[in-house]
């Protein structure tokens, strides 16, 4: 049950292409966002469509996997941990940013730009 503590399961769509750094070490990293989108009535029988947005982050080899194969549109199965973090700007503020920290990653169906 220890695994359970800090886990996040998510399907969505690519809503940009990875950003890739590698490091001098030869490591890289790959940041993206994907959306998820829930569908329900509201209090007067209307549809809405709520779409929510989320930070990805991944390192190694899924970094290397997302450079070579996920694009825009894409859709994702990701399982990871949400990690918090906080820096300073340049003008001295705080900024504070929460990222899910991916370590599985399954790409589903095609990608809707070629349909």
Known sequence: M???KNKVQLIG?????????????GKKVANF???TSEVYRNAKGEKVKDT????LVMWGKLAEIAEKYLTVG???AVEGKLVNRQYTDK??????????QVNELL?????????
């Open 74 to 76: 894409k859709e994702v």
């Open 33 to 35: 966002r994907i959306a």
């Open 52 to 55: 929510q947005w989320h930070n």
């Open 2 to 4: 220890y695994a359970l």
């Open 13 to 25: 769509n690519l809503g940009n292409a990875p950003e890739v750094k590698t490091f001098e070490s």
């Open 91 to 100: 003008d001295g503020n705080k900024k504070y940013f929460t990222e899910i």
């Open 107 to 115: 790409m589903l169906g095609g990608n809707p730009a070629e349909a």
